[in-house]
């Protein structure tokens, strides 16, 4: 596992980390990446929701919209957190989790 720290552009409100494919931003690519497993926050690494939530609706168990829940929730740990942990250790890049 590594741990990417956030680029912040305030400017224009955009949160990049420093990946095999290059500078990507933090909303658009790990949240929907395999390899993103959670947030840093403060000293806490937080699970990443959307690897839950997308377990719940493949077993059956959990409604769609959850889904979109949890792609909210990343995005407020995105604002409150400093970093993604991420198990691209073999340094393949983004893969999609859907």
């Known amino acids: ?3 990417l720290e956030f680029h912040r552009d305030e400017k224009k409100d955009r949160v990049t980390v420093a990946c095999v494919d290059g500078e990507i931003s933090v909303y658009s690519h790990c ?5 993103c497993k959670g947030i840093w ?7 990443t929701p959307q690897s839950q939530a997308y377990s719940d609706i493949h077993r059956g ?3 769609d919209e ?4 949890a792609a909210m929730m990343f995005n407020t740990l995105i604002r409150d957190g400093s970093a993604v942990e991420c198990d691209d250790d073999a340094n393949h890049g983004y893969h999609s989790r859907y």
């Open 1 to 3: 596992m590594k741990t």
């Open 31 to 35: 949240a929907y990446c395999q390899h």
């Open 41 to 47: 926050v403060k000293k806490r690494m937080v699970p």
């Open 61 to 63: 168990v959990a409604p």
């Open 66 to 69: 959850n889904l979109m829940n």
